[in-house]
């Protein structure tokens, strides 16, 4: 390996991607894979060797798809479940505030600065690719949501 290589490996290493992916377990890892694969496609060769050594695949279930939030507010995406079938719009956080809150835990543990919490959260952000509410900033508890708008 060339000392220029040692160089760029080592400094990937200390990425918040690396870090992160070397950090989160279950649920929120196969969900921070999703959300760096769709930011980071690319890069995804070079990082995760880095964050995990050995990987080859990611084991079932995994995400397939990014996020949308269903007309429920449940954040959803494609699935392959551990018997290797896709199943469609599954139920990965009943509420983004559960996403939210979920990454800022792993950004808690992880300790990251103000910067690289906002370049994760621009990534989470990205995940979600649509959102199918009708209205994403009603709210059902505010007394004007009774009254007709037209």
């Known amino acids: 390996m060339l000392a220029i290589e ?3 490996a080592f ?3 200390g990425s918040w991607q690396v870090r992160a992916l070397a950090e989160a377990r279950g649920h929120t890892g196969m969900v921070l894979l999703s959300v760096l694969a769709h930011t980071y496609d690319e890069a995804m060769a070079v990082i995760l060797p880095l964050a995990i050594p050995g990987f080859t695949e990611p084991s ?3 995400l397939v798809s ?3 939030v269903a007309k429920s507010g449940a954040v959803i995406a494609d699935v392959i ?3 290797g ?3 469609k719009d599954a139920v990965i956080y009943r509420t983004e505030t559960a996403l939210r ?3 800022r835990r792993l950004a808690d543990r992880l300790k990251l600065n103000d910067q690289d919490r906002v370049e994760l959260f621009k990534c989470v952000q990205r995940w979600v690719v649509a959102d199918r509410r009708l209205d994403p900033t009603f709210d059902p508890q505010d ?3 009774k009254r007709l708008v037209h």
């Open 11 to 13: 400094d990937l290493r």
């Open 6 to 8: 040692k160089i760029v």
């Open 66 to 68: 990014a996020a949308k």
């Open 81 to 83: 479940d551990r018997m």
């Open 143 to 145: 007394p004007d949501a």
């Open 101 to 103: 809150d979920d990454f």
């Open 60 to 62: 079932l279930p995994c």
């Open 85 to 87: 079938r896709r199943v």
